[in-house]
């Protein structure tokens, strides 16, 4: 699986906790996630804690997958908040997948705040055993 890597993200991060929350930036905030490969899948599991399922949108063209989620504010009516750490908004990430994955038989799962995607391997990518034939070389001919 090939994912593209945002070097700046961690910086953008630190960067909007500190001088503002989410809405300061035209840029989506990223999603935490785990990826890795168990058997004939690849399992990616994002953290969206306090994410509504009908609020969470996953796309597929050619091979990017895009994951878009969006956490709303708990606190209706007219309160006045006075501690607000939790990041509201809209959050993105695009995984750029390889063409060994089968994008047309994702599966996706949503429990415990986790979103869970398992993406079978082709059967063109998985690896198979060719069977070696066992030639007789030919027998030398001598002209006289």
């Known amino acids: ?9 961690e910086f953008d991060r630190l960067t909007q906790q500190v001088f503002g ?27 969206l804690p306090g994410v509504s399922p009908d609020a969470i949108e996953l796309d597929v063209e050619r091979n ?10 708990t606190a209706q009516g007219d309160v006045e908040m006075q501690v607000s750490e939790r990041p509201l908004g809209v ?13 047309d038989n994702i599966n996706a799962g949503y429990e415990a705040g986790v979103l869970t995607l398992r993406i079978p ?6 690896p198979r055993k060719i069977s070696i034939a066992n030639v007789e070389p030919e027998a030398k001919q001598i002209n006289a």
């Open 1 to 9: 699986m090939l994912m593209r890597t945002d070097p700046f993200r």
């Open 21 to 47: 929350g989410p809405g300061t930036w035209s840029r989506p905030t990223a999603m935490p996630m785990d990826a890795y490969r168990a058997g004939d899948e690849f399992v990616v599991a994002f953290d």
């Open 64 to 73: 990017v997958l895009t994951v878009k989620a969006e956490r709303r504010p």
């Open 91 to 103: 959050f993105s990430r695009q995984l750029f997948l390889g063409d060994t994955l089968d994008t």
């Open 121 to 126: 391997i082709a059967e063109k990518a998985k």
